[in-house]
C-alpha cells in the first residue's frame, strides 16, 4: 500500500488486463515440462545413451555397424570389446611412453640418430602389438556374428571406405 491508501502494481508483472503473458508463461511451463518427460522417459525406457567404448581399437569394425545393431546385441559384441580394454590400455600406455623416450632423444646433445631410430623402432613395434591386439578383438567379434550380421558388416566397411574415399583431396 502507498501513503495515500491505493495499492500499488508490482511495476513489473504485467497488468491485469493483459492476459497474453499469462498464456505465454503456461505454455512455456507446459512446453518445458513436455521435453523434460519426453527425455525422462527416452532414458528410463532405453537405458540412456550408449557409447561405443573401445570401439576404436577395433578399427576393422566401423563404428556405423554397432550402431545398426539391436541393443542387446550390441552389448554383446560391446563386451567382447571391453575384455580387451586392458591389453588396449597397456598397449597405448607402452606406445606413450616411447613417444615421450623420443621427444627426450630429440633434445639430447649431442643429437645421437642410432638412439632416435632405436627409439622410433621400439615405438613401431608397440604400434603393431597394439594393432594385432585390435585384430584378435575384431576376429573374436567376427567369430560370434551371424551371416546376416556379417553382411551388414560387410555392408558398413564398404560405406566407410567409400566416405574415406570421398573426403581424401587429389593431388
Do not use: C
Not at 33 to 56: C, D, E, N, V
Not at 85 to 99: H, I, L, N, Q, Y
Not at 133 to 162: K, Q, T
Request: charged share 30%; no cysteine; hydrophobic share 40%.
Amino acid at each position: 500500500m502507498s501513503d495515500d491508501g491505493t495499492t500499488t502494481r508490482f511495476r513489473y508483472w504485467p497488468s491485469q488486463g493483459s492476459r497474453w503473458w499469462t498464456v505465454l508463461l503456461i505454455a512455456s511451463l507446459a512446453f518445458n515440462l513436455f521435453i523434460g518427460a519426453a527425455m525422462a522417459t527416452r532414458y528410463f525406457t532405453h537405458g540412456g545413451p550408449q557409447r561405443f567404448i573401445g570401439a576404436s581399437y577395433a578399427q576393422l569394425v566401423p563404428r556405423g555397424f554397432f550402431a545398426e545393431m539391436p541393443s542387446d546385441r550390441r552389448r554383446v559384441l560391446l563386451d567382447i570389446l571391453r575384455q580387451y580394454r586392458k591389453d588396449f590400455r597397456a598397449e597405448r600406455e607402452g606406445t606413450e611412453s616411447v613417444a615421450a623416450k623420443l621427444a627426450d632423444a630429440l633434445v639430447n646433445e649431442p643429437y645421437d640418430v642410432e638412439k632416435v631410430k632405436l627409439v622410433v623402432g621400439e615405438f613401431a613395434d608397440r604400434s603393431g602389438k597394439l594393432a594385432a591386439r585390435g585384430g584378435d578383438a575384431a576376429l573374436d567379434i567376427i567369430g560370434r556374428l551371424s551371416p546376416e550380421e556379417r553382411r551388414v558388416l560387410a555392408n558398413a566397411i564398404r560405406d566407410r571406405a567409400s566416405r574415406n574415399k570421398g573426403r581424401r583431396k587429389s593431388p
